[in-house]
């Protein structure tokens, strides 16, 4: 598979991707993402980069998001009933419906008590990772 050359702009501090260019960026861009307080890289890839991707430690290349490993035990429980989370790295944010809920210790597993019939949109975030979402029903009998 062929490469080309893009011009990242990127946070230092986060790695995070600002900006992308196909191939060597103007000077006068580098100088005007420079005073915004972006550092570049010059870096060949198959495909554009993106927000799939940020830039390594080292600062040399671009690394692509990790996909997180979760499971959950049930998608359908009744009220009452818990839902069983495996495999949420320490660190992770986690938001049902919208609200932030924690970020995950080192345990790993988290355990969610449904209380109210309805529907949980279960989100996972963590830097370098791509987001994971769950959605889950709760019901009234079992």
């Not at 702009?9 to 000077?27: C, H, R, W």
């Amino acid at each position: 598979m062929s490469t080309s050359p893009y011009t990242v702009f990127y946070d230092q501090s986060t790695k995070e991707l600002n900006m992308v260019i196909n191939g060597t960026a103007p000077v006068a861009l580098v100088a005007s993402q420079e005073e915004l307080g972006f550092a570049h890289l010059l870096v060949n890839a198959s495909n554009t980069p993106g927000s799939h991707h940020y830039v390594n430690d080292a600062e040399d290349d671009i690394v692509e998001r990790s996909t997180f490993s979760i499971t959950v035990d049930k998608e359908i429980a009744a009220v009452d009933e818990t839902f069983t989370f495996l495999g949420v790295p320490e660190g992770t944010s986690i938001l049902i419906n919208k609200t932030i809920s924690g970020t995950m210790n080192s345990d790993s597993s988290l355990t969610l008590t449904a209380t109210e019939p309805g529907s949980w949109r279960v989100v996972f975030t963590k830097a370098k990772y791509y987001e994971r979402v769950f959605l889950l029903g709760v019901s009234r009998i079992a």
